[in-house]
């Protein structure tokens, strides 16, 4: 249970800084990869509840590659409109400073 | 009914597809399938007619709950499957119209409708994360097919509250099953207990269903979205996207989760939609931009939405079903009051918009004072917003007012009868102008050939885009008529 008790809280801390990432860094790819880290936490929870029925539980081990291949659309979509974003603003920084 | 709910999902899903990669013939398959999806919601209904306590539960592959994906057919669903339908069709018939709508619309939304639909069916909690992300995606992507200044940022924006939104959710569903072990909601309602990681995985799923329904204080993302976006897809926002995390909170409020509610969350969810009211009314009296002015009014419509909320979560509201009577669905009529008006209020914007090729509240009265569809769309539109009686709205509220009488909370008279006072005045900001100037238009000298100066007139625009505004608007008002779910199932 020890084991399993490091994965819940390292996943914690990893969910918190992923939000401090999303709420106080400027820099737009900082932000989504801030997403990514708090998308990678939720599955790093959910592959550490699999790892306590033994043998493992297999349903988290699906519903986590679905989680992975819906965070890669929708980086695939952060990405490409940050490239947007960037080359659209005055100064051809990826921040959000211009909208009001 | 077991081929027709796979349909629903399917069907949009695999045009859409094919839509995104035809481009050019995207329009023609969003015509095949929006007349197929018609057939179907009226084949599902005459199913579903007279049947009575209407539920249905359909497994995908026919596996056992809790493994399988539970879809779940009652009243809530088969309404909201309505509306989104209508909704959509309507504006995609604007859309057809509409000469500035980009190709890639079709494709999009046609996904966006499939996973709206699976939203509403769905009755797993991580099947449920899969849909939202799916069409909060598709959201983003209708509003960066602006090309507007500023679109891309406010699409970034609404791309990483949507995103984190999603990210609490998920981890409120992770923490459900670590404590559970299973995501089923009709299977959770069984097996739900009072404990700390419950009440903490319900808060956190809450934050970002709240986030992404632009809850005040998390409301700042949705006036630069919709009023950036273009004009399809800012009704389609407003209409129908944010009313699918509402939804969510709903089902899950009062299905899974309802043991925890308590006096304390309906209290906050009282609050928070008070403030929206106030502060939306008041940015919407302030904007200089026309369709912030629609977009900020979202915000404050929300507001009752969630006090709507705050209803349905309070314990000592009285919710029983009497006589085929269910209070609750009163709700879903100001769901699909404020769908139905907020469409048309933002294709009529479209309209002025294209017309006077300004986004400035003060060029339109150009285009109004020549203008009476399009006077009287906005003026039936906002009387409707405002919720008056005669109007669909009106009886969503009354319920608002009659349920916070009953459950001594008086000062929610406040901002419920207020709200409607607002939208009257910041409506009027666009009428009330219209109006004098009308009379300038019909008496101000005429220029040389015989057309009354400085006035544009809608005839300009294709038919179908006036018409369709007014049908939505003027549908709040008929359906008002007409309240009772004709199923003669549980209202």
């Given at each position: 249970m020890n084991e399993i008790a490091i994965y819940l809280i390292t996943g914690s801390v990893l969910f918190c800084l992923g939000l401090w990432g999303v709420v106080m860094r400027e820099h737009l790819l900082h932000k989504i990869l801030g997403v990514n880290i708090m998308g990678s936490a939720a599955f790093m929870l959910f592959l550490a509840f699999a790892a306590r029925a033994e043998p493992a539980d297999a349903v988290p081990h699906a519903l986590v590659l679905t989680g992975i291949v819906v965070a890669i659309s929708a980086m695939a979509l952060a990405l490409a409109l940050m490239k947007r974003v960037a080359k659209e603003s005055e100064q051809h920084q990826a921040t959000l400073e211009d909208s009001q | 009914m077991t081929v027709l709910l796979p349909g629903l999902v399917l069907l949009p899903l695999i045009a859409g597809g094919f839509a995104a990669l035809f481009r050019q013939q995207g329009r023609w398959i969003t015509l095949a399938t929006g007349l197929g999806m018609l057939v179907m919601l009226v084949l599902l209904s005459i199913d579903a007619w007279?049947?009575?306590?209407y539920q249905g539960l359909w497994t995908l592959g026919g596996?056992?709950?809790?493994?399988a994906i539970a879809w779940y057919l009652d009243d809530l669903a088969h309404l909201m499957l309505l509306l989104v339908g209508l909704v959509s069709l309507a504006i995609m018939a604007y859309a057809w119209f509409d000469t500035e709508t980009s190709d890639h619309f079709w494709g999009l939304w046609l996904g966006g409708w499939g996973a709206m639909n699976a939203l509403l069916l769905s009755s797993d909690l991580f099947n449920i994360y899969v849909t939202i992300e799916l069409l909060g995606l598709v959201a983003v992507a209708l509003v960066a097919l602006s090309t507007k200044a500023g679109a891309a940022a406010a699409a970034m924006r609404y791309l990483i509250i949507s995103l984190t939104g999603s990210m609490f959710f998920l981890l409120g569903v992770a923490l459900i099953y670590g404590q559970y072990g299973r995501l089923d909601l009709i299977g959770l309602a069984e097996v739900v207990e009072h404990n700390w990681v419950t009440h903490l995985a319900w808060s956190i799923m809450l934050l970002g269903l709240l986030a992404k329904t632009a809850a005040w204080p998390l409301h700042g993302w949705l006036p630069l979205a919709h009023g950036r976006a273009p004009t399809a897809a800012s009704a389609l926002l407003s209409a129908l996207v944010i009313k699918a995390s509402f939804y969510l909170m709903w089902r899950f409020g009062v299905g899974?989760?309802?043991?925890?509610?308590?006096e304390l969350i309906a209290m906050l969810l009282a609050l928070l939609g008070t403030m929206a009211i106030f502060w939306g009314s008041w940015r919407a009296w302030k904007t200089p931009l026309l369709k912030e002015l629609i977009a900020w009014s979202t915000v404050a419509q929300i507001g009752y939405l969630l006090i709507g909320l705050a209803i349905l979560f309070n314990p000592q509201s009285i919710l029983t079903v009497s006589e085929q009577f269910n209070p609750s669905l009163l709700l879903f009529w100001l769901i699909a009051a404020h769908a139905l008006t907020k469409a048309g209020l933002f294709l009529v914007a479209g309209n002025l918009i294209l017309l006077t090729h300004s986004y400035q509240l003060k060029d339109q009265l150009a285009v109004l004072c020549n203008s009476p569809l399009t006077l009287w769309t906005l003026g039936l539109g906002s009387v409707a917003l405002a919720g008056l009686p005669l109007t669909l709205g009106f009886i969503g509220k009354w319920w608002l007012i009659e349920s916070s009488v009953a459950l001594g909370q008086f000062w929610l008279l406040a901002p419920l009868i207020l709200g409607g006072v607002f939208t009257l005045a910041y409506m009027g900001r666009l009428l009330q102008p219209a109006f004098e100037q009308r009379l300038l238009c019909q008496y101000a000298p005429k220029q040389s050939d015989g057309r009354p100066a400085e006035c544009i007139s809608e005839r300009q625009l294709a038919w179908p885009l006036l018409a369709v505004p007014f049908i939505l608007v003027l549908s709040v008002w008929v359906l008002a008529l007409f309240p009772l779910y004709p199923w003669g199932a549980t209202l």
């Open positions: - | 007279g049947v009575g306590q596996w056992e709950r809790p493994l899974p989760f309802a043991a925890l509610s308590n």
